[in-house]
């Protein structure tokens, strides 16, 4: 119990610190950020602008209390206005999120689902046919930049063979298959890191677990090798496992970023993208708190469910 | 592919890269960003083979060009990222203490943030551009190299290498560079392989995002993008810089992991033995009827690298009903192997033969997996060596034990468990209902090896095999063990095998016993009659080894062979002191009556006489005389450890409270006592390795704990230690005779021309070959490793050294090998001695004055004779008694102590012995006994000493 009010009190912690550099980069960066934001290509821009811009970032306000400020309005789950429409960035944010949070999940569970069960399976015989082949492939599939293969698969399935269309979005609530057959695609991508480094990890964890004491215990007990598989080896190799899903969900989440575009999801990418380069700093600050704040608590979920699983971390 | 080539192809692969890269302006390429529209996304031209993009640009020359950008800035962001961090790292690690872990945690922070992301915030401040990128990139991987360097650091100097390092006296920097650095090198290179590819896969999808690199600059991402939009008339054009992407990467991730291999050898699959299990079915039917379990000629082969060897070669042995037989031998002579050949848990790549190998009759060898099955765990059950990883960590004890019971019979979950509740009680686990659900960790040592022996016991099997089940454990606990094994046999009639290489463990346990040398049974017999006339000469001079009252140990030159190298003939003849000609023969054992011994000159040797100890020893040891003038003294020393981290949590665990002690010249002071009694502790305190909580150490009148640091180290000459673990003690990567060398050099010792000789002067005197100077550690068995461990000590000439344990590790034969060595030393060179082992026997032979430790106290102290011969603190009787003999007539009335030793994080009030003493009264819960004097010369912390003294 109290391993889990620390895990959730450190988690909290975090997540505060996390938003503090993201209020101090604009202000950890030489020179008055109001000018830097507005320059392009070495020309100094307008002061009248300059000034109006400092004033709507409330930077003309001392540092502690415009500090003040966007906590309070965090804590209210105020994100700002764009800089470019002056729309509210937490609207652009809600409409988005959820077609990104689908994208992700898409992405999760397939890779588990074929990570696992294939590193798994090349444990099971190491240096068999099936080993060498998965192994191939992951390493490959590790090599391969996400928008790369994206572009391939796009250019392969839907330009050359035209069996699936090139991009675009449906909600899954007005058209569920609609949604599966284009979300397949972007999936299979963003999922191709995260699936290969799963079946890596599954692959050592289970030959690794196969070689302890305790297994041979349960050898020497007379267990059926299946029992053994799933009581006594699956359960210990997940713990690795699970380190490195959390450890890579960062990767994946970034991934999101370029899927989108290459597959015209209309997820946070556009918004952020478009934003980066008009340099509307409350709308990039505002999607990058957001998605941080998601991967931390994807972070706590897997800190969780690592308790659950190895009862020795519960009273480290 | 062999690991060479996983290693050389793909680094070579990334090194041509780099050169072209580099050589880009070197060679005649097009301009890579003149634009030409006649030719827009033309196909191959004259000088532009791969032909020209949607502006009508030279496509080849853009790659070239691409692939410099791409890999400058990676290669620049990773460089900045791998020192940096490699440096907070290094210095977190080593100087530990808040600031360290502030930096290191805060370096973290980083890892909250999805790398792209942060890219991105960064991009819109300062706009995109190589700089920027380099910036980000650099940032984005410092916290993996802090990470890697860090822990690295925190592993290796636990090692007892660095800490000899430091008790030579070798200044921190030089630590860092000599013994870390090459350590944290491997781990260091792959970690920047990784951030290598990690940066290249960042910079060209931010180039691809078109917040990279700016055009019109080539850049892989950015000529992706471009691409893009004309992949339907161009695909060509798409697919080259994919191809240059996904190769350069591919071949970066396959550098890593080939490094990785190469950095740690055991994280690889390696060459994995697949061979067919060859199983030849009985082909004589048991000759013995009623016995449990009869082996007959087992041979065990395994094919490795070094060719096809037999660890266990025509082994046969029987059992009868209710017998108890132990296996003993040094370490590598195929107990383990033959034990687990007969429960047919071999690992995949060791095949088994035998003529019979039969379980009350029935053909172990010969039956389907599935019957065999049923009989493990059921009919036949067995106890390993290590309980803490022989259990399931993640699966509660008791469902361990449910588990057992319910793969054989039909009962249900609740009566499986209240037979798993009637087990733990009977196997004496206090508070049985709560363990059931208690997971191993949360079990003391003791504890988990009779969950163990409940697990085995679940099923009342017939015949118990039993694997070193006590050799993890400290005497006293060993004693419970025993002692229970035997009980338990005594109530089920079971037949037991015990393998063990405790001689004396053997005396008090078993009916028979069969004697184990390379891989053959030398010797068989029943217990007493082989302990008391052996017939075999290894059989003796194992016994001779062993340190008994009255007698002084033998060692046995030599080691075991390895299996791939034994003799033709006899396989103990390098070793034998019989040796003859007629030895040179392969020998077969001979059966008379119930003995049967593998000796060709057994008939003419008849029962052999232990060899005569050296008459030099005797003296030494007597010759108490040569002890001089205080020369470490420590007052009122006091450890305190505390859980590292931000917050200091609960009270820390006492170690060593309020200890007084004296060594004087020349003398050895034997420290004993359970393992967590503060033994070590107190070493390393007395050589001021740590400081002391509170309380004073002085060496020869100085006062350690207050000198300046290069004071510090300049005493450091003065005072040496030898370890545990002869594996950890010696740096793998270094020569040996640099590492003895260090001394020499760090204190000026003697003129660098003579240093070679000293050492090989060195390695003579510790009875090594000096030639072995230019080898590596792992050359060397533990043995000699121990002996290496003592020269470099000795380099430096101390005065005092201190010896923790240096022989627990070893086989007897080895261990007496070992205090041989340092009992003349101490003789020749009049060296202090502070000899810290829980082997009462081995102090009572090599010390002058013992001190007996308990909780971080001081229970009794006094000549070693005295002490260990008439024990009168309650505590150190109950160690004296747990010791197991040899000898049948030495054996004392046995006293149990009930349970473990408590936590020194929460010590009992009063007396902290209490808790386990017979004799503890209400006195002894309120006040803790002072040290008193007894007439014969010895302190006692006992307030009832007198009135238990006979
Ligand atoms: N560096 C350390 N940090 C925390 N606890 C320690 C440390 N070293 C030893 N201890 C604890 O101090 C006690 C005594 O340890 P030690 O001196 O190693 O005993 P012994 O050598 O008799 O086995 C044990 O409980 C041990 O866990
Ligand atoms: S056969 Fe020879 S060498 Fe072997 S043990 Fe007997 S006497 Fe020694
Ligand atoms: S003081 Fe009491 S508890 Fe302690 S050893 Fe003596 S009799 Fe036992
Ligand atoms: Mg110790």
């Known amino acids: 119990m109290l391993w889990l009010i620390r895990r959730v009190a450190t988690a909290a912690v975090l997540a505060f610190i996390v938003a503090t550099i993201v209020f101090l980069t604009l202000h950890l960066v030489p020179g008055d950020p109001a000018e830097i934001l507005l320059s392009t290509g070495g020309s100094a ?22 500090y003040l400020v966007f906590l309070e309005r965090l804590a209210r789950l105020d994100l700002g206005r764009s800089l470019v429409d002056d729309y509210p960035v937490a609207a652009e944010v809600a409409l988005r999120l959820p077609r990104t949070l689908q994208l992700i999940a898409a992405g999760v569970v397939l890779s588990i689902l074929v990570g696992i069960p294939c590193g798994v399976l090349a444990a099971l015989n190491p240096g068999g ?163 941080s704040g998601l991967f931390l608590l994807i972070n706590l979920l897997t800190d969780l469910l690592y308790g659950w699983l190895d009862p020795r971390v519960r009273t480290s | 592919m062999s690991r060479r080539t996983a290693l050389i192809l793909p680094a070579l692969f990334v090194l041509t890269l780099v050169g072209i890269a580099l050589a880009a302006p070197l060679l005649d390429l097009a301009n890579p960003v003149r634009q030409d529209m006649a030719n827009r996304l033309a196909g191959a031209l004259a000088g532009s083979p791969l032909g020209r993009d949607e502006f009508g640009r030279d496509v080849l020359s853009r790659l070239i060009w691409g692939a410099r950008t791409s890999l400058f800035v990676a290669f620049t962001a990773a460089a900045i990222a791998c020192v940096l961090g490699t440096t907070l790292g290094l210095i977190g690690g080593w100087f530990k203490g808040i600031g360290a872990f502030v930096a290191i945690r805060s370096a973290e922070i980083i890892l909250c943030f999805p790398p792209i992301l942060l890219a991105l915030l960064v991009v819109t401040l300062l706009g995109p551009g190589a700089g920027t990128l380099i910036l980000v990139i650099s940032i984005l991987y410092l916290p993996g190299f802090v990470r890697v360097a860090y822990a690295q650091v925190l592993a290796t100097r636990a090692m007892d290498y660095v800490e000899a390092a430091r008790a030579l006296g070798l200044p921190t920097y030089q630590i860092l560079l000599k013994t870390i650095l090459p350590t944290i090198a491997g781990p260091v290179l792959v970690q920047l392989s990784l951030a290598v590819a990690a940066a290249i896969v960042l910079e060209s999808g931010l180039s691809f995002l078109g917040l990279g690199v700016v055009p019109p600059s080539p850049s892989w991402g950015l000529m992706i993008r471009g ?15 994919c191809l240059a992407l996904t190769l350069t990467i591919l071949a970066i991730n396959l550098l890593c992991d080939a490094l990785r291999d190469w950095v740690d050898p055991r994280s690889s ?142 009962v249900s979950a609740k009566a499986a468990r209240a037979e798993a509740l009637a087990l733990f009680r009977r196997v004496g686990i206090a508070d049985p209902e709560a363990r059931l659900d208690a997971f191993a960790h949360e079990l003391s040592g003791g504890m988990r090896q009779r969950a163990m022996i409940a697990i085995a016991l679940a099923n009342r099997p017939q015949l118990i095999i039993a694997d070193e089940p006590t050799t993890a454990l400290d005497v006293t606990v060993q004693a419970q063990i025993v002692e229970l094994l035997a009980e338990l046999q005594r109530e089920t009639g079971a037949a037991l095998v015990f393998i063990t290489h405790n001689l004396g463990l053997v005396a008090e346990i078993a009916d028979r016993v069969a004697v184990m040398y390379a891989g053959q049974v030398v010797e068989q017999g029943p217990v007493a009659e082989v302990f008391t006339s052996p017939r075999h000469p290894y059989t003796a001079a194992l016994i001779a080894a062993v340190p008994e009252p009255g007698r002084d140990p033998v060692g046995i030159p030599g080691v075991v062979p390895q299996p791939h190298a034994w003799p033709s003939g006899c396989r103990f003849a390098p070793r034998c002191r019989f040796a003859a000609e007629a030895c040179g023969v392969p020998v077969g054992l ?13 008939d003419t040797l008849g029962a052999l006489a232990p060899p005569a100890p050296r008459a030099a020893e005797r003296e030494a040891v007597a010759g108490a005389s040569n002890v001089g003038a205080p020369l470490v003294v420590a007052r009122s020393l006091t450890k305190t450890f505390h859980r590292a ?54 060496f020869e009148g100085r006062d350690l704990t207050t000198l300046a640091p290069t004071a510090w180290r300049a005493e450091r000459r003065h005072m040496q230690i030898v370890f545990q673990d002869p594996f950890g003690s010696l740096d793998p990567r270094r020569r040996v005779g640099a590492q003895i060398e260090d001394g020499l050099r760090l204190h000026g010792l003697c003129p660098p021309a003579e240093r070679a000789a000293k050492v090989r002067g060195l390695l003579e005197r510790v009875g090594l070959d000096p030639a072995y100077a230019s080898r590596f550690p792992h050359e060397f068995s533990g043995g000699q490793r121990q002996r290496i461990g003592i020269a470099r000590a000795l380099a430096v000439e101390p005065r005092f050294l201190v010896a923790d344990e240096p022989v627990s590790a070893l086989d007897v034969s080895i261990q007496a090998q070992i205090v041989e060595l340092l009992s003349d030393l101490r003789r020749d060179l009049g060296l202090a001695l502070l000899f810290i082992s829980h082997d009462l026997p081995v102090v009572r032979q090599l010390c002058d004055r013992v001190v007996v430790l308990y ?96």
Not at chain 1, 196 to 203: K, N, P
Request: with cysteine; proline share 9%.
């Open chain 2, 590 to 602: 001979v059966e008379t009556g119930s003995r049967a011994v593998r000796c060709v000159r057994a």
């Open chain 2, 855 to 950: 909780l971080g106290r001081v229970m009794e102290v006094g000549p070693a004779a005295t002490v260990l011969d008439q024990p009168r603190h309650p505590y150190t009787q109950a160690l004296a008694s747990a010791t197991p003999r040899v000898q049948v007539a030495d054996r004392r009335q046995r006293i149990l102590l009930p349970g473990d030793p408590p936590s020194p994080a929460s010590p009992p009030s009063g007396c902290v012995f209490r808790t386990r003493c017979a004799f503890a009264t209400d006195l002894c819960a309120t006040t803790a006994p002072p040290l008193e004097p007894a007439a014969d010369g010895r302190l006692i912390a006992c307030h009832h000493w007198q009135a238990l003294t006979p």
């Open chain 2, 227 to 241: 691409a893009r939009s004309t992949m339907e008339q161009a695909p060509m054009l798409l697919l080259w810089p």
């Open chain 2, 269 to 410: 699959a390696g060459p994995k033995l697949r061979l067919i299990d060859r199983v030849v079915p009985g082909l004589l039917p048991p000759s013995i009827p009623d016995a449990t379990l009869e082996v007959r000629d087992l041979t065990v082969e395994i094919t490795t690298p070094a060719g096809l060897i037999r660890p266990v070669d025509g082994v046969s042995l029987h059992l009868a009903p209710g017998e108890t037989l132990a296996l003993v031998g040094e370490s590598g002579s195929g107990k383990s192997l033959t034990a687990t050949a007969v429960m047919g848990l071999l690992p995949p790549e060791a095949r088994p033969f035998a003529v019979t190998v039969a379980f009350v009759g029935r053909d172990l060898f010969g039956m389907a997996e599935r019957e065999r099955r049923a009989l493990r765990g059921d009919r036949i059950a067995m106890i390993f060596q290590d309980p803490m990883s022989s259990l399931n960590p993640v699966m509660r004890v008791g469902e361990q034990v449910v588990e057992a019971i319910r793969a054989h019979r039909p």
């Open chain 1, 129 to 291: 046919a099936f080993d060498r082949l998965a192994s191939t492939t992951a390493a490959v599939l590790l090599a391969v930049p996400v928008f790369v293969l994206g572009t391939l698969l796009i250019l392969v399935l839907a330009q050359q063979l035209r069996l699936m269309p090139a991009g675009g979005y449906v909600d899954p609530l007005k058209d569920f298959p609609g949604f599966l057959v284009l979300v397949s695609m972007p999936a299979v991508a963003i999922a191709k890191g995260l699936a290969a480094v799963l079946f890596r990890m599954t692959r050592t964890s289970v030959l690794d677990v196969l070689s302890r004491d305790f297994v041979r215990t349960a050898k020497a007990k007379g267990l059926a090798p299946l029992r053994i598989a799933v009581r006594h080896v699956l359960r210990n190799a997940l713990v690795p496992i699970l380190t490195v899903l959390s450890l890579h969900m960062g990767t994946l989440l970034g991934g999101t970023v370029l899927i989108e575009l290459v597959f015209n999801w209309p997820g946070l990418s556009t918004p952020l993208l478009r934003a980066v380069e008009s340099r509307d700093y409350p709308m990039v600050v505002g999607i990058v708190i957001t998605i």
């Open chain 2, 645 to 698: 981290g931000f917050f200091r949590q609960g009270p820390g665990v006492q170690a060593v409270a309020g200890v007084d002690l004296t060594v004087h010249r020349g003398e050895a002071l034997g420290v004993v006592g359970e393992s967590g009694s503060g033994k070590s502790t107190i070493g390393r305190l007395l050589l001021g390795l740590i400081p002391p909580t509170s309380g004073t150490v002085q």
């Open chain 1, 45 to 66: 821009p307008d002061p009248a602008l300059v000034e109006d811009l400092r004033r709507q970032l409330g930077l003309d306000q001392p540092l502690w209390h415009q």
